[in-house]
């Protein structure tokens, strides 16, 4: 539905500017209230304010909940905004009181007004770097994807590096390629092409010879070269040995990457975030963030988690401390850290051998590269660590870790700490993440993109601890929702989707994968938006819609509470309208 915006009438009162005047108006009651006029309104919106109490563990809405035996019902129609932030939700009439000559007035026709969108766990620079390279989404033989390249290099002079990503490692970890067929269609161009969720990277042998691996080169703690049975390398690295690859990359200058960020941010605003959370940033990173903030370019908020593994990094930021300065469009006040792998690449840390690769349990601790002194030390500094734990030992080995912590350290256990993807758990672990306060920051596109594989990995036992949503809901975890960009697709549409069907975007497997872990469409809302607010501390700002809010707000044209609960197969055909951070529109730019 398209957004149709009033032109602002200019046009003073009593000889003053309308947009600075403050009206007198008459009260139902019969009485008079001052009210400042808006610099924007939003009018005959389907708006969901979410300011009633979370559904209970099972789902039900809460007693105070727009909801009824009917559905679901907005609970407002209009918004004002001034000065950034929200002055008035409520009904149309009562809103043209906010109205004066110099508001900007956008009718949004019936579509369906949020909080704004957060995707609370992204790697931003990946997404602009992806937008500028070979696409093997989608990309299911060794062949297609080759000849991808080869095209590719027709186009680029001889030398130049072909950079290509989006081949799922884990679809393709029973039949990874070799180089041989690369590196015949493509000799004279070295090629790297990463792997969807970047625990794999696949290149020719220029490229190894340009990054100088062998047969003699060792691989990294919690990596691993795959090679052949007279010990050559094939041509796939693994885990923490992708770096050896990507390290021969020509480096990035910080134009570049500044360029890859804003693409980045630019396309989540096109998606209808008005927030991300930066899931490991190193010193290049944050400086670019650090540059663009200063000089007022970033067009949404970033949440930024410094990289664990930068060592120099964490220790300055450990002479700072924490940024706690919720006003600003950067925050930086947690770390990012790898306990382990992937399943996919069946790097992730278990408890027992992987199902379909008897002998082999992963890799994780300090064995992947893992701080746990330095990482303790920031959490006693009081910095929030999100760690990622995807195996049911790395997740139980993380527990135990921030257990400790708080042993220690008991005033640690207030930074609501995090683990992110917390993929395979133990049934007898939920438990510790509620006691432990936790968050669970999960990614309802994994579940359904890893579905064919999967269970093949853990077995049918194991599998019903994996990407389980209700069970952290039903044990009391405070869950937020993400895509893990660009490892999965940020369209808000499919998280939101995947996560009340468990459906991919084929609507398979009918009925649901493991339906019994869905979550309800409040639930999906809420884990990109109140929840979201509220793992990076931000509840009493943004997350719900209210006077005295920030004016962080996303519309759509489709309603995700009706939809998700009666066509929830149409979820996946809504567009966003609207968004608008702060105030003001960043989506679409001709507003």
């Not at 691989?219 to 690295?237: F, H, M, S």
């Not at 990457?257 to 940033?281: D, I, K, T």
């Not at 996560?499 to 019994?516: H, I, M, N, S």
Request: with cysteine.
């Amino acid at each position: 539905m398209n957004v149709s915006r009033s032109s602002p009438d200019w046009r003073s009162r009593s000889g003053h500017a309308a947009a600075g005047l403050v009206l007198c108006v008459a009260l139902a009651c019969g009485g008079e209230s001052e009210v400042e006029l808006a610099d924007s309104l939003l009018l005959n919106g389907r708006v969901y304010t979410f300011t009633w109490d979370d559904p209970a563990p099972d789902g039900t809405p809460a007693a105070n909940a727009p909801f009824d035996a009917g559905g679901w019902h907005p609970d407002a129609e209009a918004v004002a905004i001034r000065d950034g932030r929200i002055v008035f939700v409520g009904g149309n009439a009562e809103a043209q009181a906010y109205r004066g000559g110099g508001t900007q007035v956008y009718d949004v026709g019936g579509s369906t007004v949020l909080p704004g969108l957060v995707d609370s766990h992204v790697h931003i620079a990946g997404l602009g770097a992806n937008l500028e390279r070979l696409d093997l989404t989608g990309v299911t033989e060794e062949e297609q994807a080759v000849e991808l390249a080869a095209a590719a290099a027709e186009e680029l002079p001889a030398g130049e590096w072909i950079v290509g990503w989006g081949w799922d490692e884990g679809a393709w970890a029973n039949r990874y390629p070799d180089n041989r067929l690369l590196s015949e269609r493509v000799p004279d161009h070295p090629v790297i092409l990463k792997g969807l969720h970047s625990f794999a990277v696949w290149g020719n042998r220029l490229a190894f010879e340009r990054a100088g691996i062998t047969a003699e080169t060792e691989a990294p703690t919690g990596g691993e070269i795959v090679k052949d049975r007279n010990g050559v390398p094939t041509g796939i690295l693994l885990n923490n040995a992708t770096d050896l690859l990507e390290a021969a990359l020509p480096p990035l200058t910080q134009e570049r990457l500044e360029s890859r960020v804003l693409a980045g941010l630019q396309a989540m605003a096109a998606a209808g975030y008005v927030a991300v959370h930066e899931a490991g940033a190193d010193a290049a990173l944050i400086q670019t963030f650090e540059n663009l903030e200063r000089e007022a370019r970033l067009p949404l908020r970033v949440y930024a988690m410094l990289q664990g593994s930068d060592e120099p990094l964490l220790r300055e930021w450990l002479e700072r401390g924490p940024d706690r300065d919720i006003e600003s469009m950067l925050v930086t006040r947690s770390v990012k850290a790898f306990h382990d792998g992937a399943l996919g690449s069946r790097g992730a840390q278990m408890l027992d051998d992987y199902s379909d690769m008897p002998g082999h349990r992963g890799v994780g601790g300090a064995e992947y590269g893992f701080d746990w002194e330095l990482i303790a030390r920031t959490m006693e500094a009081g910095f929030q660590v999100c760690i990622h734990a995807i195996g049911d030992a790395g997740n139980r080995r993380t527990l135990d870790f921030i257990e400790s912590v708080y042993q220690a350290h008991p005033e640690a256990r207030n930074y609501r700490h995090r683990i992110e993807h917390a993929q395979i758990v133990h049934p007898s672990d939920f438990a510790r993440f509620a006691a432990l306060d936790l968050v669970a920051s999960m990614e309802p596109p994994h579940a359904v993109e890893d579905k064919t594989w999967a269970e093949d990995r853990v077995g049918p036992q194991r599998i019903k601890g994996a990407y389980a949503w209700r069970t952290m809901r039903q044990t009391g975890v405070p869950l937020t929702f993400n895509s893990d960009l660009p490892g999965s697709d940020h369209d808000v549409f499919y998280g939101l989707h995947a996560a009340v069907t468990r459906r991919d975007k084929d609507l398979q497997p009918e009925g649901g994968w493991y339906p019994e872990q869905t979550v309800t469409p409040e639930e999906a809302v809420r884990a990109y938006t109140v929840w979201a607010a509220r793992s990076a501390f931000m509840e009493d700002e943004t997350g719900v819609l209210a006077a005295g809010k920030w004016a962080d707000i996303t519309v759509m044209d489709i309603d995700p509470l009706v939809a998700g609960s009666t066509e929830p197969g149409g979820l996946l055909n809504g567009s966003i309208t609207l968004t608008i951070v702060g105030g003001r529109v960043i989506y679409p730019e001709a507003y």
